[in-house]
């Protein structure tokens, strides 16, 4: 069965601070991995995704993740953080079967 | 191209009762997942349908059900409510399993 991990419920950051959330999953296939972001008040909507080929993959607002196959890992990161980057943070991981398993999500509050 | 589209947006209902909602994906898409939010419990995957046929089911019990249509619009129905029913029910469609998912806004459900 799929599972995903996410190391922070509720992250607190200032303003340009370099921002890491930890995303671990369990599956044994191949799969597809997702950040997702709901921002306040706003539909969940994608952040960025790695289907294949570089492990190293940039999403809107200068997100990025890193793809770490042997370590089943799927970190997000953004070396500057903004108040508006205030939202919550869902990890997915989506096998060729089609079940998508979210983790439990970490909630980014950055300071202005 | 109009967004994933959920009815109703909010719904109070007693115990016992039953309820039908409703999702209208992206034009073109044909595959449309169920999942509940709650803030206890996070983002549970509910089931998933592709091409009118249910492809995969979440861990919840038999009083939640779901169909899709021929024209991808999908239904899910909850029966015997009970009161920690009361969530936020997402709704997501994509163009096939295991590609982007597109989320709407969601139906939050109070069940009093």
């Known amino acids: 069965a799929q599972s995903v991990s996410q190391h922070n419920h509720h992250v607190i950051l200032s303003e340009a601070a370099s921002l890491e959330l930890g995303c671990n999953y369990s599956y044994g296939g191949t799969v597809n991995l997702f950040w997702y972001v709901q921002y306040p008040g706003q539909h969940l909507q994608l952040l960025l995704k790695?289907?294949?080929?570089?492990?190293l993959v940039k999403g809107i607002k200068g997100f990025e993740a890193e793809f770490i196959k042997s370590k089943f890992s799927f970190n997000l990161r953004k070396p500057s953080v903004q108040w508006s980057d205030t939202a919550e943070y869902f990890c997915?991981?989506?096998?060729?079967?089609?079940?998508?398993?979210f983790g439990d999500g970490t909630t980014l509050t950055v300071k202005p | 191209k109009a967004g994933v589209t959920q009815t109703p947006r909010y719904l109070i209902k007693t115990r016992g009762q039953q309820v039908t909602l409703s999702c209208s994906p992206i034009?073109?898409?044909?595959?449309v997942s169920w999942y509940q939010q709650t803030p206890g419990q996070g983002l549970q995957f509910l089931f998933e349908y592709f091409s009118e046929t249910q492809r995969n089911k979440g861990n919840f019990p038999g009083r939640f059900s779901g169909r899709q249509f021929s024209n991808s619009r999908s239904e899910m129905n909850v029966s015997t409510l009970e009161l920690g029913d009361s969530a936020l029910y997402l709704c997501?469609?994509?163009?096939?399993?295991?590609?982007?998912?597109?989320f709407g806004p969601g139906t939050r459900l109070l069940v009093l």
């Open positions: 997915a991981v989506n096998s060729n079967a089609g079940k998508s398993t």
């Open positions: 034009s073109g898409h044909r595959s």
């Open positions: 790695y289907f294949s080929g570089d492990p």
């Open positions: 997501a469609s994509s163009p096939t399993p295991a590609e982007t998912q597109y």
